[in-house]
């Protein structure tokens, strides 16, 4: 059985868009686009495509979930609080966002979680 991302769409200003895929992607990852397609964020702190609806290897099509207050369960690491702004971790993954300059907040979670999870977020 897949994995539910999408919790809610807040009135649909979710959009499902197909990327190539540039690497292996788990369904939840945090994506950012390259040269070579999608791949798992790459950049800790940096801006974040979407959220991969679908898991897919490099050269596949993958289904990203891309748009502003949608409510997503995403691939998470880490403790994170309930509320806490969130960032990607360089990995794919969310994490607490520590504030350091020229970190992008992506999310705010829903759920509290820690270790290697996957909780509930406010994407944005």
Known sequence: MATEIIINDGGAPARIMPFSAGGTV?????LQQTAYGVIANGVSGSAALGVAL???TSGNLCNVVTGRGVQLKANCTGTIALGGDLMCDGAGKLKADAGAAGDQTVAIALEAGSGASTIKVLFF
């Open 54 to 56: 679908t898991a897919t």
């Open 26 to 30: 788990a369904a939840g990852d945090c």
